[in-house]
């Protein structure tokens, strides 16, 4: 195996960012939370300009996740949609937190949002589209 796919296949393991394209990936693992929650792991599209998470509600409901509220969201091109919202535990690049998860449509890129990336103390650096992690949270 060479030593550049030997890289990319440590980082792969160890949930690290993945580029396609210009696009920023990272692998990420839904669990549904409370007792007997089930898990879904997917490539997810760090997206810097949503505020929350969303993955196909098929997946959601398939796993446990129940809907607990409902918000009208902005998407890219303008256009208001009303979406479904849970709550799950995220993990990825070895951290762990939970937040709010949209049920979005079943053939949807899941995308994980800033609030995530945030309450874990991990940005995008916009010149080389790579996850940072801060040296700590910011308190103030």
């Given at each position: ?73 902005e998407l890219a091109d303008g256009t208001l949609h009303e979406y479904e919202f849970g709550l799950a535990q995220f993990e990825f690049m070895g951290e762990i937190t939970a937040g ?41």
């Amino acid at each position: 195996m060479e030593k550049s796919t030997a890289m990319l296949a440590w980082g792969i393991a160890r949930g690290y960012t993945l580029m396609a394209m210009g696009l920023t990936h990272v692998t990420v693992t839904l669990t549904a939370l409370g007792p007997g929650g089930g898990s879904y792991q997917a490539d997810f599209l760090v997206d810097t300009g949503a505020t929350d998470s969303l993955a196909p509600a098929a997946e959601l409901r398939k796993i446990g996740v129940q809907p607990v509220g409902k918000m009208v969201y902005e998407l890219a091109d303008g256009t208001l949609h009303e979406y479904e919202f849970g709550l799950a535990q995220f993990e990825f690049m070895g951290e762990i937190t939970a937040g709010r998860v949209i049920f979005g449509p079943d053939d949807a890129e899941p995308i994980l949002g800033v609030t995530v990336l945030e309450s874990v103390g991990i940005t995008i650096d916009p010149a080389t589209r790579t996850l940072k992690r801060l040296p700590a949270i910011p308190l103030k």
